[in-house]
């Protein structure tokens, strides 16, 4: 199993920037990819973003593309999302999640994908 922890959340106003982490622990190693989801409330949680742990490859949903970047460290124990140009449908708890097993790359978008969940960090963005 995989504990992870986000950080990095909070108020600010809309055209602004904030970066997220999340920090993994435990079997570090059996992660193949990695990504961040959020949940506003009364709607279902919608995918942000994902990479793969080895390759770096990403993957974002068209309503962040060009406006945030996912990354990892090298040690490959940290998660970054980068998030700049907020708008108040940013808002939302983020989460992020860790794969451990190798599946179809094409399915990353889907919360089922992962088998490991961070507690969330809240992000509000005010117009």
């Known amino acids: 199993q995989v504990q992870l922890v986000e950080s990095g959340g909070g108020l600010v106003q809309a055209g602004g920037s904030l970066r997220l982490s999340c920090a993994a622990s435990?079997?570090?190693?059996?992660?193949?990819?990695m990504g961040w989801f959020r949940q506003a409330p009364g709607k279902e949680r919608e995918f942000v973003a994902a990479?793969?742990?080895?390759?770096?490859?990403?993957r974002y949903a068209d309503s962040v593309k060009g406006r945030f970047t996912i990354s990892r460290d090298n040690t490959k124990t940290t998660m970054f999302l980068r998030m700049s140009s907020l708008k108040p449908e940013d808002t939302a708890v983020y989460y992020c999640?860790?794969?451990?097993?190798?599946?179809?790359?094409?399915?990353?978008?889907?919360?089922?994908?992962?088998?490991?969940w961070g507690q969330g960090t809240q992000v509000t963005v005010s117009s």
């Open positions: 999640a860790a794969d451990r097993r190798p599946r179809t790359w094409g399915r990353i978008a889907y919360p089922d994908y992962y088998d490991d």
């Open positions: 990479i793969s742990w080895s390759g770096g490859i990403t």
């Open positions: 435990g079997r570090t190693f059996d992660i193949y990819a």
